[in-house]
T-cell receptor, first 115, second 116 residues
Framework: DADVTQTPRNRITKTGKRIMLECSQT?????MYWYRQDPGLGLRLIYY???????NKGEISDGYSVSRQAQAKFSLSLESAIPNQTALYFC??????????????FGEGSRLTVL | AQTVTQSQPEMSVQEAETVTLSCTYD???????LFWYKQPPSRQMILVIR??????QNATENRFSVNFQKAAKSFSLKISDSQLGDAAMYFC?????????????FGGGTRVLVKP
């Protein structure tokens, strides 16, 4: 099984619908992230969490919200989906502390299409 | 804010030949990490190589090596003896320290095509 699991892998929805993307990890990492990938723009950070009680906005948080339900679970919600939120979404984890290199461990991505 | 720039949207290489991907970044920090990630058609993000800024020696992983020029803020990736399995998107990424929130910032990516 994958260390970082995202569900769903693919989703098609309509404008205005609420969507939740879920992420769970078995790596025991404290830090979790949600990124969005668009062609030519690379990956951009939406939200990140350094522990259960710590949630931080990334560079493109508007229109998104997150919940860190447990150390191993971090979900991303689109309250009212719009077409320009069509993208590939990645969850990632990393180790905490100065001993870690900050390498990210990624899930397999969730492709979201908003019609 | 840190920025990472990959100026080559796409590169083509003949099988068994060498290709070099460019990456430049902007930072005021002295201690940081740099990464190259590979994304094959399966869309999984795979770490190719990492470089610690305090290390002068360029990192190498089998056929992958980097040319890290700290003063120039340049971090290029060289793929030697290219194989068909090297065809993928490649992303350069920067991780700063506390001032940058310990977050990774990615470049826009370079698509590598390998011709048989």
């Amino acid at each position: 099984d994958a260390d970082v699991t995202q569900t769903p892998r693919n989703r098609i929805t309509k404008t205005g619908k609420r969507i939740m993307l879920e992420c769970s990890q078995t790596k025991g990492h404290d830090r979790m992230y949600w990124y969005r990938q668009d062609p030519g723009l690379g990956l951009r950070l939406i939200y990140y969490s350094f522990d259960v009680k710590d949630i931080n906005k990334g560079e493109i948080s508007d229109g998104y919200s997150v919940s860190r339900q447990a150390q191993a679970k971090f979900s991303l919600s689109l309250e009212s989906a719009i077409p320009n939120q069509t993208a590939l979404y990645f969850c990632a984890t990393s180790e905490m502390g100065t001993g870690g290199t900050g390498e990210l461990f990624f899930g397999e991505g969730s492709r979201l299409t908003v019609l | 804010a840190q920025t990472v720039t990959q100026s080559q949207p796409e590169m083509s290489v003949q099988e068994a030949e060498t290709v070099t991907l460019s990456c430049t970044y902007d930072t005021s920090e002295s201690d940081y990490y740099l990464f190259w990630y590979k994304q094959p058609p399966s869309r999984q993000m795979i770490l190719v190589i990492r470089q610690e800024a305090y290390k002068q020696q360029n990192a190498t992983e089998n056929r992958f090596s980097v040319n890290f020029q700290k003063a120039a803020k340049s971090f290029s990736l060289k793929i030697s003896d290219s194989q068909l399995g090297d065809a993928a998107m490649y992303f350069c990424a920067y991780k700063g320290g506390k001032a940058a929130g310990n977050k990774l910032t990615f470049g826009g990516g370079t698509r590598v095509l390998v011709k048989p």
